[in-house]
């Protein structure tokens, strides 16, 4: 990230159009560069003009609001007055709330069952479909079917699925002489339920990226490893695994990130419900910002999941960087 | 669909070609082909016909594949009566907005830093693409309360539809992928533009856009498909109901609307999203890889 020098800008645009230059005649020293230093100036401003509204935004709408929201978690915030220092206040309340924990787990839990679902299962169809010669089109805009809906639409069709009286899910498991369940109902299948949803409607992003990855592997690859006697699974593992091995670490971290904040699953299927089995960081700090208007503990309940996601970010980076 | 040109994957050819390897294949093929179809495509045919059904037929515990009975009004009850119509031209309002702000903001800015290049633009853009490792749902307060009260501006945005659309105009990803396409275009282009007389903004209309039709063609469609799937932030910038999305609305009704007029609604919600990915497929898959694959 080097700043492009003055001198540089001025001498590229300077030799543009040398051939059209019309004027005094140039002269050493100062004089050669004053019509250079304007110049460069004017081109300056006018690329600072195209800029202009996106440098607008990105200040009021991502750099002003991050620089506020880390500051926002030691403030207590009405719309009444002016905001007010509170120093740790917001976050010893938060503390002091039991369901701060509860959702930390709940959501450690859903992310921990994301991955178990959602690493195993786009892989799996991945590696399957890379080895099929006939429909794979179709199976490939199948399986992002489910990605283009509006995740709304999505939990309210899968609500109806989870529905104890004429839901789907029951039905099919009448058909099989399995037992109903009480999908969102339970306690401990609640949030499965939830993780079942999310996988859905999400597993069709990794596995088209997994499918371009396996497409780049070099084929000479599992030719030699059969020579050398391998069987599939072998290849699977020896070959297969470790030239995917840095797309699956990449996935899995935005995977991780991406599951910790996850809000519109719980908001409409259960509410956060049973008996906050589902309550969620992001659902928690919803309720803390925009239930009951207290800004200060939910910037404070924020900061915290930027510090987690963080710690994954910073990883995440420095794997991207090794590689490019 | 005619098998693609072979390239040699983890199955051998000669393997493929043994009698237990075509046996397998083919169970495969059929397995995933069926298994795919139930899984992803069944649920959107529940949703469209379960539309159609009567509400009775819903209710009944004893569920049916084929409606027994077609309503097909419930339609046009869910556009009208239930306002539902309001609420789609409200989300089409929103995402072509979007996207017209993020064309014009993002390319002009992609502009700027690929081809125009100004003192510190390197900075700026670096820290564009710093906001990209930012998890939106940690700057959901502070941008809220932003939008509440824009500083400098001191305007309130709240129940105006730029709540939406100057947010995300913000997009560093859409500026990332717009510059790297831009930086390709040789310069040379760009400069015979100039010595024919034509001004920045010219080359850039006349030189720069048309050759990025695919790149703008990715841009386009994320910035439609985000504003159309979003949920939570319409839901808090526009408590307004009369100003609402379809996405939103459809989850306030939820409770209160008719189950065929609810999947109604879902299927309107859900249709531009479908038609745009079945025109556009090849864009969508090609934007996605771009996004994540290219460390």
Same mark, same amino acid.
């Given at each position: 990230?080097?700043?492009?020098?003055?001198?540089?800008?001025?001498?590229?645009?300077?030799?543009?159009?040398?051939?059209?230059?019309?004027?005094?005649?140039?002269? %050493?020293?100062?004089?050669?560069?004053?019509?250079?230093?304007?110049?460069?100036?004017?081109?300056?401003?006018?690329?600072?003009?195209?800029?202009?509204? /996106?440098?607008?935004?990105?200040?009021?709408?991502?750099?002003?609001?991050?620089? %506020?929201?880390?500051?926002?978690?030691?403030?207590?915030?009405?719309?009444?007055?002016?905001?007010?220092?509170?120093?740790?206040?917001?976050?010893?309340?938060?503390?002091?709330?039991?369901?701060?924990?509860?959702?930390?787990?709940?959501?450690?839990?859903?992310?921990?069952?994301?991955?178990?679902?959602?690493?195993?299962?786009?892989?799996?169809?991945?590696?399957?479909?890379?080895?099929?010669?006939?429909?794979?089109?179709?199976? %490939?805009?199948?399986?992002?079917?489910?990605?283009?809906?509006?995740?709304?639409?999505?939990?309210?069709?899968?609500?109806?699925?989870?529905?104890? +009286?004429?839901?789907?899910?029951? *039905?099919?498991?009448?058909?099989?002489?399995?037992?109903?369940?009480?999908?969102?109902?339970?306690?401990?299948?609640?949030?499965?339920?939830?993780?079942?949803? *999310?996988?859905?409607?999400?597993?069709?992003?990794?596995?088209?990226?997994?499918?371009?990855?396996?497409?780049?592997?070099?084929?000479?690859?599992?030719?030699?490893?059969?020579?050398?006697?391998?069987?599939?699974?072998?290849?699977?593992?020896?070959?297969?695994?470790?030239?995917?091995?840095?797309?699956?670490?990449?996935?899995?971290?935005?995977?991780?990130? +991406?599951?910790?904040?996850?809000?519109?699953?719980?908001?409409?299927?259960?509410?956060? /419900?049973?008996?906050?089995?589902?309550?969620?960081?992001?659902?928690?700090?919803? %309720?803390?910002?925009?239930?009951?208007?207290?800004?200060?503990?939910?910037?404070?309940?924020?900061?915290?999941?930027?510090?987690?996601?963080?710690?994954? *970010?910073?990883?995440?980076?420095?794997?991207?960087?090794?590689? +490019? | 669909?005619?098998?693609?040109?072979?390239?040699?994957?983890?199955?051998?050819?000669?393997?493929?070609?043994?009698?237990?390897?075509? =046996?397998?294949?083919?169970?495969?093929?059929?397995?995933?082909?069926?298994?795919?179809?139930?899984?992803? @495509?069944?649920?959107?045919?529940?949703?469209?016909?379960?539309?159609?059904?009567?509400?009775?037929?819903?209710?009944?515990?004893?569920?049916?594949?084929?409606?027994?009975?077609?309503?097909?009004?419930?339609?046009? #009850?869910?556009?009208?009566?239930?306002?539902?119509?309001? =609420?789609? $031209?409200?989300?089409?309002?929103?995402?072509?907005?979007?996207?017209?702000?993020?064309?014009?903001?993002?390319?002009?800015?992609?502009?700027?830093?690929?081809?125009?290049?100004?003192?510190?633009?390197?900075?700026?853009?670096?820290?564009?693409?710093?906001?990209?490792?930012?998890?939106?749902?940690?700057?959901?307060?502070?941008?809220? $309360?932003?939008?509440?009260?824009?500083?400098?501006?001191?305007?309130?945005?709240?129940?105006?539809?730029?709540?939406?659309?100057?947010?995300?105009?913000?997009?560093?990803?859409?500026?990332?992928?717009?510059?790297?396409?831009?930086?390709?275009?040789?310069?040379? $282009?760009? #400069?015979?533009?100039?010595? #024919?007389?034509?001004?920045?903004?010219?080359?850039?209309?006349?030189?720069?856009?048309?050759?990025?039709?695919?790149?703008?063609?990715?841009?386009?469609?994320?910035? @439609?498909?985000?504003?159309?799937?979003?949920?939570?932030?319409?839901?808090?910038?526009?408590?307004?109901?009369?100003?609402?999305?379809?996405? @939103?609305?459809?989850?306030?009704?939820?409770?209160?609307?008719?189950?065929?007029?609810?999947?109604?609604?879902? @299927?309107?919600?859900?249709?531009?999203?479908?038609?745009?990915?079945?025109?556009?497929?090849?864009?969508?898959?090609?934007?996605?890889?771009?996004?994540? $694959?290219?460390?």
């Amino acid at each position: 990230m080097s700043v492009q020098p003055l001198s540089d800008a001025a001498e590229k645009t300077a030799g543009d159009d040398g051939p059209r230059r019309s004027g005094p005649r140039p002269r %050493r020293g100062a004089a050669i560069l004053n019509p250079r230093i304007r110049r460069a100036v004017r081109e300056n401003l006018v690329a600072y003009l195209f800029l202009a509204a /996106g440098v607008l935004c990105f200040a009021l709408f991502s750099w002003y609001p991050i620089v %506020r929201g880390a500051l926002l978690g030691f403030q207590q915030v009405t719309f009444a007055e002016p905001a007010r220092w509170v120093g740790l206040d917001n976050f010893r309340r938060l503390f002091d709330d039991p369901l701060f924990l509860t959702a930390w787990q709940n959501t450690g839990y859903f992310t921990l069952l994301a991955l178990v679902f959602g690493f195993a299962a786009p892989f799996a169809t991945a590696v399957v479909l890379n080895e099929l010669r006939h429909g794979r089109s179709y199976l %490939r805009m199948t399986v992002y079917l489910p990605v283009m809906l509006p995740p709304i639409v999505t939990m309210l069709l899968w609500r109806q699925f989870y529905d104890p +009286g004429p839901g789907l899910f029951n *039905s099919v498991l009448e058909v099989f002489r399995l037992p109903a369940q009480q999908w969102l109902e339970s306690e401990n299948l609640a949030m499965v339920s939830l993780v079942l949803v *999310s996988t859905w409607a999400n597993m069709g992003t990794t596995t088209l990226i997994y499918l371009a990855a396996l497409g780049g592997i070099p084929g000479e690859l599992y030719e030699a490893a059969e020579l050398d006697g391998a069987s599939v699974r072998q290849r699977l593992w020896h070959v297969t695994i470790p030239q995917m091995r840095f797309i699956l670490m990449i996935t899995l971290l935005l995977q991780v990130i +991406g599951t910790m904040q996850v809000f519109v699953e719980p908001f409409v299927l259960t509410g956060g /419900g049973p008996d906050d089995a589902t309550v969620t960081v992001l659902l928690l700090l919803y %309720r803390y910002a925009f239930v009951y208007n207290d800004f200060g503990l939910a910037s404070a309940m924020s900061t915290l999941l930027f510090v987690v996601l963080g710690l994954f *970010s910073v990883v995440y980076l420095r794997l991207t960087r090794s590689k +490019g | 669909m005619a098998a693609e040109t072979p390239v040699r994957t983890l199955i051998a050819p000669a393997e493929m070609n043994r009698r237990t390897g075509r =046996f397998l294949y083919r169970f495969v093929l059929v397995a995933t082909l069926t298994g795919f179809t139930v899984a992803f @495509v069944f649920p959107l045919y529940w949703m469209t016909t379960g539309a159609v059904k009567s509400s009775s037929e819903l209710a009944d515990q004893n569920l049916s594949l084929f409606p027994r009975s077609w309503h097909p009004e419930s339609y046009a #009850d869910a556009w009208t009566n239930v306002g539902l119509g309001q =609420f789609f $031209l409200n989300t089409l309002l929103l995402a072509f907005g979007a996207w017209l702000t993020q064309l014009l903001i993002d390319v002009s800015a992609a502009y700027a830093l690929s081809k125009l290049r100004p003192v510190l633009g390197n900075v700026v853009l670096g820290m564009m693409l710093a906001t990209l490792m930012l998890p939106v749902s940690a700057l959901l307060v502070p941008t809220y $309360l932003t939008v509440v009260d824009v500083p400098l501006f001191h305007v309130n945005l709240i129940n105006t539809p730029f709540a939406i659309w100057l947010p995300a105009a913000a997009n560093a990803f859409n500026i990332f992928i717009l510059k790297r396409f831009f930086d390709q275009i040789p310069v040379e $282009l760009l #400069d015979s533009a100039r010595i #024919d007389g034509a001004g920045t903004l010219r080359v850039l209309i006349s030189v720069v856009l048309p050759l990025s039709r695919p790149v703008l063609a990715v841009v386009s469609i994320f910035a @439609v498909v985000g504003v159309w799937k979003d949920f939570l932030w319409p839901m808090l910038v526009l408590p307004d109901e009369a100003k609402q999305p379809i996405t @939103v609305a459809l989850n306030r009704l939820s409770e209160f609307m008719p189950a065929n007029q609810l999947l109604a609604g879902m @299927v309107m919600a859900s249709i531009p999203l479908l038609v745009l990915f079945l025109i556009f497929q090849r864009h969508i898959i090609a934007g996605l890889t771009a996004g994540s $694959l290219k460390g």
